[in-house]
């Protein structure tokens, strides 16, 4: 049996397990519950080729439990029970023991089957192990979302790929009887995206070439063989996130012929008509925002219109959508302000909210001068004050840099004559 060698190098206890350091390193708050053997109900999120279902094999080896899983694919209700009862059959209710249900994709599962799991995990009858590679908190129901705790995994830095191929040449069976040098390796590393899985595909494909077992891999007999071998479209796999990243960026790029492409990548390979709306409007506020405010109006109506007529007749929408905001003028001026916010947050911490901007609801908090000396705006010429709306430690700190676009220019003007402190 062909065995791949992701498969054949993949983990089986934590301490091989390469990355993640965040949850499973010494001081890592998974670790800890895996050591105690008290494991709640997961999600992990995070892109392809990350660890995901590694990771729930491990768990479930380490607290010694009943491992069960299912893809959301191609599972239903009736598979859901089944387990479940199997479950209920193997585990002890309310111990430490319970048995792990492992739903892999579980963004793909629709209402009614994220309901079917509901009261098995409420009652203890499982384990829940979800993976996903989308944002749970739009994927998964709220009420199956509050039961579990959810943990984001990270792609694979440059270090812990470096060390993955150092693995494959020496640990492997197959491989390590065979003399490999990689003479270059950023080619391996760039076309891998941080996905481990792919990066070990890519590389026994490049190995496999050699017919001779003394072998010297360059960058470009990387990309000759890979180009030569190229990977038909899996909404499910490591070409998923390439295509929507071609399509995103050639959008932003201002190329209606490149994304309109893209898009019909995407279509004829079966993707998500959600998930192509979904990156629609991210894309309207990150790299058009102010510059055209009605694109996110256009990309929402999309999204709600798409879904509601659904394909072949989605894909006239959707094309049009995506020419739109092609054709749009670019800003990403709302996208870095709340960059900067956050990093500003980050660095400054819970810094005290203005006495005059808080809400004084009761006596004492107005005796302390909750409220005092705020200015209603509404009561000034032109409806502006000048006051001060930041903490005392950061004030005049300029977060929104209008771009050079007509619709921002005037944004930069009139906010030119309101505040001159921020040098507009």
């Keep these: 049996m062909n065995i791949p060698l992701a498969e054949r190098l993949r983990p089986k206890k934590l301490d091989d397990y390469l990355s993640q350091q965040h949850l499973i390193g010494e001081k890592g708050a998974l670790r800890k519950q895996i050591e105690r053997g008290v494991i709640p109900s997961l999600i992990f999120w995070g892109p392809p080729g990350v660890g995901k279902t590694t990771l729930a094999n491990i768990i479930a080896e380490t607290s010694e439990r009943p491992f069960y899983s299912l893809s959301a694919i191609n599972s239903g209700v009736k598979d859901v029970r089944e387990v479940i009862d199997r479950a209920k059959r193997d585990g002890g209710l309310f111990t430490a023991k319970n048995p792990i249900l492992f739903i892999d994709e579980i963004h793909r599962f629709s209402k009614s089957q994220q309901d079917s799991l509901l009261g098995a995990v409420e009652k203890g009858w499982v384990t829940l192990i979800g993976a996903t590679t989308e944002n749970p908190s739009f994927e998964v129901i709220p009420a199956l979302l509050s039961r579990c705790q959810v943990y984001t995994l990270n792609s694979f830095d440059k270090s812990e790929l470096e060390d993955l191929l150092r693995r494959a040449t020496v640990e492997d069976n197959v491989l390590k009887n065979k003399k490999i040098t990689i003479k270059e390796s950023d080619a391996l590393l760039r076309l891998s995206g941080g996905d481990a899985r792919k990066l070990l595909n890519t590389f026994e494909l490049v190995v496999s070439s050699f017919q001779e077992n003394n072998i010297e891999i360059t960058n470009d007999i990387v990309l000759q063989l890979v180009q030569q071998n190229p990977a038909r479209y899996d909404k499910t796999g490591e070409q998923h996130y390439d295509i929507i990243s071609a399509f995103i960026k050639s959008v932003r790029g201002s190329d209606p012929n490149a994304a309109v492409y893209w898009l019909a990548r995407m279509i004829e390979g079966g993707e998500d008509l959600k998930f192509i709306a979904r990156r629609l409007i991210i894309l309207a506020s990150e790299d058009i925002g102010l510059a055209n405010p009605t694109a996110l109006v256009m990309a929402t109506n999309t999204f709600t219109a798409a879904s509601t007529v659904g394909y072949p007749e989605a894909r006239i929408l959707l094309s049009q959508c995506t ?102």
């Design 323 to 424: 020419i739109y905001l092609a054709t749009s003028p670019k800003s990403n001026a709302s996208y870095m302000a709340i960059n900067k916010a956050q990093q500003l947050v980050k660095q400054t911490g819970d810094l005290p909210i203005p006495l005059h901007l808080r809400n004084a609801p009761t006596k004492l908090m107005k005796e302390l001068g909750y409220g005092d000396q705020y200015k209603y705006a509404h009561d000034y010429p032109g409806h502006f004050v000048n006051q001060e709306f930041l903490p005392e430690e950061i004030k005049g700190t300029k977060l929104y840099e209008p771009a050079e676009n007509s619709k921002e220019k005037g944004i930069r003007s009139w906010l030119k004559q309101l505040w001159q402190k921020y040098n507009y």
